[in-house]
């Protein structure tokens, strides 16, 4: 059935249940017995499901209008018992009504059994004429009819009037001051519905700031209401997705499924935060192949995204699968759009062969394979790296045939020279050969007089086309960034923008060392 469908997908919509009853009403037979359960049961599922909601005054409204058409005044002082005690828009006017109702009838027509023998024996205590009543048993209830003085008659029902009407007070006294503790959350939500069309910023930090009040306020029913309200308005803001789940990680296992599969099938299905959050919390929960399988079929639906890929490949390598982690990682490498994302899976993949797999050969050849298709100074800087952590003395060849590859390469020259003067610090500190040191250093004050000679000509009129220029100088800022001191990573700096930051001191000044050549 259709509007069984839609109150599944929205259970808060009270417009959708009001249609749906009136729908059973004129669709069910009313000469049959069971037609008045159905719909008091259809009622019952209708407020149990929306009836929290600050704005489902209508859907308490119908329930109690039709009670009331039936003559079921005891089911309608129940249902007023449950309502007087909801936060609602028109709490005020429901007091209003349940103080006619009770007005307006008998007592022994609208209380219960129970309530109506316990409040004579209350009111015949006080008025001391309770004694006969007294021996009763206890489920018979006296009725007012035993009294037969006109006057007595009008005065008990009266003062049952008032207790009534007096003990729901309190109870409407407490939830009015729960109401204006959030009416004016209330009134800044400004479009309850779904829309396409973005959200003010006032009204999305108008949410957040009721769902931290109510968090903490309110009781687990009344926030998962408010998180349902609110994610109907706010479907396509990904955030509160997480935020819903993340409460209900403290509540409901089956709870945080829903919502993350709501989100991720129906709301958000090219958002990919909310699948990496489903995908990790499914792996919590045990379930590697669910895990696997959301990140697959997401990667698929968006691919070339590096957070995704690189999200599987963790996941494997976290199950020990190795093999399939350095997998992926090759085909990413393989089907990178531009010579700048394969270099990027390319260090990827070094460092696992390296740090995990503890195999220096390996990560060198594909390093270096990668400098054939890439001559990016990152490449180089985290071919270095891998060199470096190993024993310096076995890898000093290694070491210098990578400052040879960067310096012979066509880097702009303030990178070679970067590269270049790294090399001789290099062979100062761990070299073992004092002509190799002074062989660098020559090669470096040859590099030197080349970069002079360039600016030269560009202080000459010959300047470097803008673009070029630019290019050359973030390139040096970068690789000076990285270079000096030991080569070793900051393991902090873990983003995808930009790959690996090596944080370094400034590189040495050799001119304080070395005098420059005579001229």
Not at 107 to 122: A, H
């Amino acid at each position: 059935m259709a509007y069984r469908q839609g109150l599944q997908e929205i259970p808060l919509s009270v417009d959708l249940w009001i249609h749906y009853i009136n729908f059973l009403k004129e669709s069910l037979d009313p000469s049959e017995p069971e037609t008045e359960s159905q719909l008091r049961s259809a009622y019952e599922h209708a407020v149990l499901a929306a009836g929290t909601d600050f704005r489902s005054d209508r859907l308490w409204e119908a329930y109690i209008n039709w009670e009331t058409e039936l003559g079921n005044l005891r089911e309608v002082t129940a249902v007023y018992d449950r309502l007087l005690g909801i936060p609602t828009q028109l709490y005020s006017h429901h007091f209003q009504r349940f103080r006619e109702h009770i007005q307006n009838n008998l007592p022994k027509q609208f209380l219960s059994v129970d309530e109506f023998v316990k409040l004579r024996r209350e009111l015949a205590s006080v008025n001391g004429h309770g004694g006969e009543d007294a021996s009763l048993e206890d489920d018979i209830p006296p009725g007012i009819e035993d009294i037969t003085d006109p006057a007595k008659l009008i005065t008990e029902i009266e003062n049952m009037r008032h207790r009534v009407i007096e003990s729901r007070q309190e109870v409407f006294n407490h939830n009015e001051h729960e109401v204006s503790k959030r009416w004016t959350f209330e009134e800044g939500i400004k479009r309850p519905y779904f829309h396409v069309k973005p959200l003010e910023k006032a009204q999305l930090n108008n949410w957040k700031e009721y769902l931290d009040f109510e968090i903490e306020n309110g009781t687990p029913e009344r926030v998962a209401v408010l998180f349902e309200r609110c994610l109907v308005a706010c479907a396509l803001y990904e955030e509160f997705w997480v935020k819903y789940a993340k409460y209900l990680e403290n509540h409901s296992i089956e709870g945080v499924r829903h919502v993350y599969m709501k989100a991720c099938t129906v709301h958000l299905p090219k958002k990919p935060t909310v699948h990496l959050l489903w995908s990790a919390f499914e792996e919590q929960q045990g379930n590697i192949e669910e895990a696997r399988g959301i990140l697959k079929t997401f990667e698929e639906t968006v691919p070339g995204l590096a957070m995704v890929r690189l999200r599987r490949v963790s996941l494997e390598r976290r199950h020990g699968n190795l093999e399939e982690a350095e997998s992926l990682l090759r085909e990413a490498i393989k089907n990178g759009k531009t010579a700048s994302v394969s270099s990027f899976y390319s260090i990827k993949l070094a460092r696992l062969l390296f740090k995990v797999q503890k195999s220096l050969q390996r990560a060198r050849e594909v390093l270096l394979e990668a400098i054939e298709r890439d001559e990016s100074p990152k490449l180089y800087l985290n071919l270095l790296e891998i060199e470096f952590s190993g024993d310096l003395k076995l890898n000093e060849e290694h070491i210098l045939s990578c400052f040879d590859r960067a310096v012979n390469s066509s880097l702009p020259v303030e990178t070679r020279i970067s590269f270049s003067q790294r090399k001789v610090e290099f062979l100062e500190d761990f070299g073992f050969d004092v002509t190799r040191l002074m062989t660098a250093y020559d090669e470096h004050q040859s590099l030197l007089k080349k970069h002079d000679s360039l600016k030269r000509k560009a202080e000459n009129g010959a300047q470097e086309p803008e673009e070029k220029k630019q290019r050359a100088e973030d390139t040096t800022v970068e690789t000076g960034q990285m270079m000096g001191g030991d080569m070793q990573a900051n393991q902090s700096a873990y983003n995808y923008s930009s790959w690996y930051q090596y944080n370094y001191q400034n590189p040495w000044s050799y001119g304080q060392y070395y005098p420059p050549p005579p001229t």
